[in-house]
């Protein structure tokens, strides 16, 4: 009997024997390739021979003077300034929730109640319509000014300023805001997650090196944190991107869907402007998913990684100066 491939041969230093291994086959897979594959000849086939799609009225109205303005204001301006107050107030509102006062817990989650249980389209119609509280305009002031100035005698609502109201609840300003405090709920129990995901040791290490909490907290803890932090707030300007259609609630008129669809309600072609706005969000997703895919990477760096192989071994040896040294 061949001793290739027992203990002893292999002992003796003799090769074990070749292995025939029979690949396991997956008919379901090629299946599902077929399908998937056959899903998309038809759709392909569907955007290019039928003709009730009209691509070149698509293409100029994609590329029309207001449908720009809209994009530019009203869809990547607004995300931009919506998302900035979310995220900062939504860090703010985590750390309050996170704090050992109950006061600013008690606050921070009334705020996250209400703005979390209300729907944005909603949201927005109330703001926008807010001016209807103050027809005089909005003093900014001391609160109660009417009765604290009749309290000691004087007249006036001891504001130092006055502001009209139904212009500064209205247009872009307002979904600006509106859009800011809803996400800021949202950016809230993010922010509080990743912060959660930090190791408490981290802190602790940060205050024996004699690091103030709010220094620990911006350079130790939330550091570590965008790695939990970042892939859902890509999502979430994502969402934001496409909810600025929502702003016709205010309303707001330079808004990309808004402005698409004045042009396709004029000329009746009401299917071909929704083309060019499925269009105009794909390309606009699709460059938020790069950079985030970027910013993950970036934030990621040292976690889940491949372990080292031989030449990165040696490089980070040579660099330590130690490659000439041998085992001791």
Known sequence: MSSTGSPAAEAAGERPGKID???????????????????TAMLVNLLVTNKQIHWSFVRQAMIQSPVIHGLVVGTLLVTLVAMLIGVGLGVVLAVMRLSDN????????????FFRAVPRFVLLTLMGAL???????????????????NLFG???????????????FSGVFCGMLGLGLSEAAYMSEIARAGILSVDPGQREAAAALGMSD?????????????????????NETIAMVKDTSLLIAVPVGAELFFQLQAIGSRTFETFAVDVAAVIWYLIIGT???????????????????????????????KMLGLAGEGPR
């Open 21 to 39: 291994a029979v690949p396991v086959r997956h008919p379901g897979r090629w299946v599902a390739v077929a399908v998937l594959v056959l899903l």
């Open 214 to 234: 709010g220094k620990a907290m911006w350079r130790i803890v939330l550091p570590q944190a965008m790695r939990v932090i970042v892939p859902p707030t890509g």
């Open 287 to 317: 460059v938020l998913m790069i950079i985030q895919s970027r910013i993950e990477k970036y934030f990621g760096r040292g976690f889940g990684g491949r372990a080292p192989s031989a030449k990165d071994q040696a490089a980070r040896a």
């Open 154 to 168: 004087a007249s006036g609502d001891l504001a130092f300023a006055h502001i009209n109201a139904n212009n500064l």
């Open 131 to 149: 001016g209807y509280l103050w027809p005089n305009k909005l003093p900014l002031g001391a609160p109660f000014g009417h009765q604290l100035a």
């Open 102 to 113: 109950p006061v600013l817990k008690i606050a921070a989650f009334v705020f996250l109640w």
